[in-house]
């Protein structure tokens, strides 16, 4: 049986994972502690998730990103480089669809 996970970025959300499912064994959003992937990652995706909360201006949010365009690009190589360590990790049984319009 295949398993579908969404992966985007969500302000004041401590992870990127959410399943297609709402009510997903692995909770929504999905808790990665749930996961067969390593500690390594789980540990690089809450980071990213954290990271991610300091894109906007939180005093005013339409605001424009407080991030430097280097930052931004940082942000999504990282981002990117998850993704792949993720759908690797979960392997053929999983499908992970990039949402994260980075």
């Known amino acids: ?3 579908y996970l969404r992966f985007f970025f969500e ?3 401590d992870t990127p994972l959410w399943p297609e499912d709402m009510d997903s064994e692995y909770g929504y959003p999905c808790d990665p502690e749930l996961l067969p992937i390593s500690a390594a990652l789980r540990a690089e995706l809450a980071r990213l998730s954290e990271r991610y909360q300091s ?4 005093k005013y949010p339409p ?4 991030w ?3 930052e931004q690009q940082l942000f ?6 998850a993704l792949e360590s993720l759908r690797e990790e979960l392997g053929e ?3 992970v669809r ?5």
């Open 63 to 66: 605001n424009p990103s407080p």
């Open 68 to 70: 430097s365009g280097q």
């Open 11 to 13: 302000l004041g959300v």
């Open 93 to 95: 049984e999983w499908k």
């Open 1 to 3: 049986m295949v398993r």
């Open 98 to 102: 990039d949402e994260s319009l980075l």
């Open 76 to 81: 999504k190589e990282q981002a990117r480089a």
């Open 55 to 58: 894109s906007i201006d939180w």
